[in-house]
């Protein structure tokens, strides 16, 4: 899905959760060769519905970077149609999470294909090429991951707490279930491992609910940290709020500022450079902060954060 003049000098690995990662990384393919280009998606979310596999976070990514995401939510697709859940509400079942039809199909496939054992990652890998996508977009780790948060409501599944819940119950903890045991996938592995890898990109995704279940799978930051590559975060806050989701809550109830900082002390040392929006520009006294517009409301401005991000891993590395 690339076009125009790449910008980047070797390869690129970003880490992404749904909406605001997504905007990113479909920036990203506009500057980077599509060979030369992984995303890394958030499977936290992941859960069974109607006996299906869905996978929320990483067909955000599958439907945005192929051009199918609804404009108008930033999840699902355009011109959907909803019979199957108009149904479902007729025949008294459960209709918090709904699934639109054509979305339906997806995770029909996906499901038949994870139950004949086929992995995770070969099968988003068919599914991205059969939608046109060329870079390579990869679940986490092909092993059991589950975000449960922890509410003054009792222990949430992440769907239950996001979804049914609307993130209304205070945020106690959150824990990732499965972590202990899952490894990151074999084609991420060799991602970060790559001698030509130039930039390590967290994208402006949920810290907590989306990157943290990533750097939650064991080896996840050794692999990072062992990486040459600098590694090049974009704040998710802009103005001294949340640009989308329930990010500012969630900081609040666990006791975190709401500000830049406290963004960066959360990756703990992880992070060499935090990109900010230009409106935050006089609380950036922190020389790991680099000014840039982050709030991406055109295509436009997803591409021009992405060159941003390149420019900023470049200088990094001199």
């Given at each position: 899905m690339s076009s125009g003049h790449p910008h980047a000098s070797g390869s690129v690995v970003a880490f992404c959760g749904g909406i605001g990662g997504a905007k990113l990384a479909?920036?990203?393919?506009?500057?980077?060769?599509?060979?030369?280009l992984t995303i890394v998606v958030n499977t936290g979310d992941d859960f069974?519905?109607?006996?299906?596999?869905?996978?929320?976070?990483?067909?955000?990514?599958?439907?945005?970077?192929?051009?199918?995401?609804n404009p108008e939510t930033g999840w699902g697709r355009a011109g959907e149609s909803w019979r199957f859940m108009e149904t479902v509400g007729d025949l008294g079942g459960e209709t918090w999470f709904a699934l639109g039809d054509t979305d339906l199909a997806l995770h029909a496939v996906r499901t038949a294909r994870l139950d004949k054992d086929d992995t995770l990652t070969a099968i988003t890998r068919d599914l991205a090429a059969a939608m046109g996508i060329e870079a390579a977009v990869l679940p986490a780790t092909?092993?059991?991951?589950?975000?449960?948060?922890?509410?003054?409501?009792?222990?949430?599944?992440?769907?239950?707490?996001?979804?049914?819940?609307?993130?209304?119950p205070v945020v106690r903890?959150?824990?990732?279930?499965?972590?202990?045991?899952?490894?990151?996938?074999?084609?991420?592995?060799a991602a970060l491992t790559?001698?030509?890898l130039s930039a390590i990109v967290i994208c402006p995704s949920n810290p907590y609910l989306s990157i943290d279940p990533i750097l939650a799978i064991p080896g996840m930051r050794g692999l990072i940290e062992a990486a040459a590559a600098p590694v090049v975060a974009v704040s998710p806050l802009?103005?001294?709020?949340a640009v989308k989701g329930p990010l500012a809550k969630i900081m609040g109830e666990l006791d975190r500022s709401l500000t830049h900082a406290s963004v960066l002390d959360h990756y703990d040392g992880l992070v060499g450079t935090l990109l900010v929006d230009r409106m935050d520009a006089p609380g950036t006294a922190d020389r790991r902060m680099r000014i840039a517009p982050t709030l991406m409301t055109s295509l436009a401005d997803r591409i021009a954060l992405a060159r941003c991000v390149l420019e900023a891993a470049a200088e990094a590395s001199q």
């Open positions: 479909l920036g990203l393919t506009h500057v980077v060769p599509a060979d030369k069974r519905h109607f006996g299906l596999h869905v996978s929320p976070d990483v067909d955000t990514v599958l439907y945005t970077l192929s051009g199918r995401a092909d092993h059991r991951l589950a975000t449960v948060v922890e509410t003054d409501a009792g222990v949430l599944p992440f769907q239950r707490y996001f979804v049914e819940r609307k993130c209304a903890a959150i824990r990732f279930d499965g972590a202990d045991t899952a490894l990151p996938g074999e084609r991420v592995q790559a001698p030509d802009v103005g001294g709020t």
